[in-house]
């Protein structure tokens, strides 16, 4: 009565698309291993790969508070369950962290009791993991990190997920630079008023960037990934962020933005060569600048 499951990075945004656009990587990704026990209750054993820095408290460590409440919600709180957190992927990178445990601990749950719940239904719990690390409940990490490929959150009242097309060549390329940038602080800092102006050129943005994801125009992916409204505001935290998207985009990358909140950047690129050129000029440069960083290159 063992349950293993692996559960990817994402890349939330996807430039234009605050809070409603996010795909899955491949790797990183963080694993959870929970095993049925006599002693009821939900216990976490072990968390390896946090360097300490995670609440071991399982009603404050979204993997097992998500978990927790996935069990109040079906009835089954007498059961008990050991779970271990094997973090292989960086905490506070903006590559959906506690997204890849979260959902990483609801799949093995439910996949232990028999598969109750669909992907789908986990969602909800899943939201509630991210309110828990940062404040708010988006679903554009965990939404990809669950169904993979490329997610949208059509609508959050209720919440509305639609999978998205993934063309044939896409790749993304990836670098986390080492600064600390927490989602919390990166959403405080975001204006709440935008101009009517700004939201035409936005909306114009989405809609092209999902035209282009349906008819494999890549050109029409690239220009359509431009960011009016968070981008100008959050770059900010991000050095040599604008240098790396110059250097990104002579090296030919389609596109190149923050992921989710930051402080990671990523490219996408119309090949796996593409993105791996791509990504180690971005951690040349860094490296140049005395700023180490954690680079990768992924399929979608
Ligand atoms: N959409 C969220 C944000 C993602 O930009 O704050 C955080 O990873």
Known sequence: ???????????????????????????????????????????????????????????????????????????RTNIGIDMELHKRMPIGSGLGSSAASTVAGLYAINTLLGSPLSRRELLPFAMQGEELACGHG???????????????????DPVDVVALPVPPALHA?????????????????????VALKDAVTQWGNIAGLVAG?????????????Q????????????????????????????SFGISGSGPSVFAFARSAEQATY???IIQTHLTEQGIGSNGYVSGI
Request: proline share 6%.
């Open 1 to 75: 009565d063992t349950v293993h499951v692996f559960a990817p990075a994402t890349v939330a945004n996807m430039v234009c698309g605050f809070d409603v656009l996010g795909f899955a990587l491949y790797d990183p990704g963080d694993e959870v291993i929970i095993r049925r026990v006599e002693e009821p209750g939900v216990r976490l054993v072990n968390i390896t790969g946090d360097d300490g820095r995670l609440p071991r408290q399982v009603s404050k460590n979204t993997v097992s508070a998500s978990v927790v409440s996935f069990l109040q919600h079906i009835g």
């Open 138 to 156: 988006h679903a554009d990490n965990v939404a990809p990190a669950l169904l993979g490929g490329i997610t949208l959150i059509r609508g959050y």
């Open 213 to 225: 994801l349906f008819t494999d125009d890549y050109a029409l992916i690239g220009r359509s990934m």
């Open 227 to 254: 960011d009016v409204l968070i981008e100008p505001t959050r770059a900010i935290l991000i050095p040599e962020f604008y240098e790396m998207r110059r250097l990104a985009m002579e090296a030919g990358a389609l």
């Open 278 to 280: 791509v990504t180690s």
């Open 173 to 193: 390329s990836v670098v986390f630079p080492h600064v600390d940038v927490p989602t919390r602080d990166a959403r405080q800092m975001i204006r709440t008023k």
